[in-house]
């Protein structure tokens, strides 16, 4: 397939195709979803199956997962610990330390390529607990300059002595979360977070040396129209962000009481948000970034970008990452490892996660072999998902399968979306159009034989 699908310029959104794609559905940072992990799985073969995965590969990527945050965000819908007790910090770096410990001789030392602090919030760490982990890190990977380190950080509780910490452990990238920089919002959702302390935690960023700076941004909650977004987008790009995500809220109360708080307060109807999201993509794509999809934009010279055109992006749990085939060892709670046939996630209970890993136990409570037939669908979704394309000879080469006859079904119901201009299709595979960008998950959806069968479990699609 020699074509490559152009750089994501839109220049505009069609309001009428966004209303009729709107409807639930994964967002494919695995595939099967989460939603398929048991605990009733063979854990024998999982523990076999997952040691040959890692035995396969001198890299591997870590994710860390660090769960506190001082105060509720009320649009979260992220695995936290609320606490003002900062004691609590000490048990739960035990218990990464020990599973550290408990990895390595079973996996040998990796050269860990990619590193990433998620959360809750990984700052809630003070900078020595920020370097203790570093050291412990150092003691169980090799750490080479080429790594890609980002860490969530919440400028809220942040010192300057955090960001230097993070330098000194081999930290590059940050990622922070501002969602509004209007005060009516930030108040509406219990975050208040000045745009100066934004902007001079930024500034410590660039200055202490850190490589990539992301901004996460929320639309479609309280107060918000497109007016007022405009005026938090155009304050974001005097940030000068080298990605950003600017995500849909995901309205999810019976998973996340808390949110029903905010059904009571002055949410945008639908139509405005559609418009938010239609303006929002028109200007960051007329301002020098990338729609990637999914939520996604980057400036034109980043790597993630250039992972695109090149066909090499990938998902995972943490999003788009352009280290593609590496598996992933996840610690701390609820966290998930995932390798080329196996997904295992950490227990999601602190108190159960810690006292599992006190006895000498293992921290998985739930994971998934997946099967033949699911790592053909894996590839055909995931590369609709991040490379926009699905070229068939490419995925005979990878998977064996001739997948013109495999899903020879799917790829026939897909007349609609090439009518509604989402996608090309021929005798070389399928692509995805620029305006087919917004929809990569409904296209994605029609090689998922589950998706309806948890519907109402999804967020919505645009
Ligand atoms: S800081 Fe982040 S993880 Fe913590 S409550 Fe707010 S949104 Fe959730």
Redesign the pocket.
């Known amino acids: 397939m020699t074509r490559v699908s152009p750089p994501g310029k839109i220049t505009e959104v069609d309001l009428s195709l966004v209303e009729k794609y709107d409807v639930p559905g994964p967002r494919y940072t695995s595939y099967p979803t989460a939603l398929a992990f048991s605990d009733k799985v063979d854990w024998k073969a999982l523990e076999r199956t997952i040691a040959e995965d890692f035995a396969d590969s001198r890299d591997v990527s870590l994710y860390i997962h660090i ?7 009320w ?6 610990i ?1 606490s003002r007790r900062h004691e609590i910090v000490g048990p739960y770096c035990e218990a990464l330390k020990s599973e550290f410990a408990d990895w390595t001789p079973r996996h040998g030392k990796k050269t860990a390529l990619q590193i990433h602090f998620g ?3 990984p700052t809630y760490l003070s900078p020595d607990e920020l370097r203790r982990l570093g050291e412990i890190l150092l003691m169980h990977f090799e750490i080479p300059p080429e790594r890609e380190f980002g860490v ?1 950080i ?1 400028p ?1 509780e942040l010192t300057r002595e955090h960001v230097r910490a993070l330098r000194e452990i081999g930290a590059n990238r940050v990622s922070m ?1 501002v ?1 509004d920089h209007n005060p009516a919002v930030q108040e509406a959702v219990n ?1 208040i977070q000045p745009f100066e302390l934004t902007r001079r935690v930024v500034d410590w960023a660039r200055e202490e040396g850190m490589l990539s700076v992301n901004l996460d941004l929320i639309y479609g909650l309280p107060h918000q129209t497109a007016d007022s977004f405009r005026v938090t987008l155009e304050k974001t790009l005097a940030l000068d962000p080298d990605r950003l995500a600017v995500f849909n809220y995901a309205h999810v109360p019976w998973a996340k009481p808390h949110q029903k708080i905010l059904a009571r307060k002055n949410l945008p109807p639908p139509r405005e948000k559609l418009r938010i999201l239609k303006e929002t993509i028109e200007f960051l794509t007329s301002h020098g970034y990338v729609f990637i999809g999914m939520d996604h934009f980057a400036r034109e010279d980043d790597e993630i970008v250039k992972a695109q055109r090149s066909g090499t992006l990938q998902r995972n749990f943490q999003g788009y990452s352009t280290f593609g085939g590496i598996p992933i060892a996840g610690f701390g709670m609820s966290a998930i490892s995932q390798t080329r046939r196996c997904y295992a996630q950490n227990e999601k209970n602190l108190e159960t996660y810690q006292v599992r890993i006190r006895g000498g136990g293992r921290a998985w409570s739930r994971g998934l072999i997946v099967s033949k037939k699911d790592l053909v669908r894996r590839y055909v979704i995931m590369n609709i998902m991040c490379n926009l394309r699905l070229d068939y000879l490419a995925a005979r080469r990878e998977t064996g399968v001739e997948i013109r006859e495999e899903f020879a079904r799917e790829i026939e119901g897909l007349r609609d979306l090439e009518e509604d201009g989402l996608i090309e299709r021929g005798n070389e595979g399928i692509l995805v159009t620029e305006r087919g960008r917004l929809f990569i998950r409904n296209i994605a959806m029609r090689f998922d034989p589950t998706v309806g069968q948890a519907a109402d479990r999804y967020s919505r699609t645009v």
Request: charged share 20%; aromatic share 8%; hydrophobic share 15%.
């Open positions: 769960p506190f945050c001082d105060t509720l965000c649009f979260c819908g992220c695995t936290t609320i959360g809750g919030t969530e919440d809220r979360g969602q975050r």
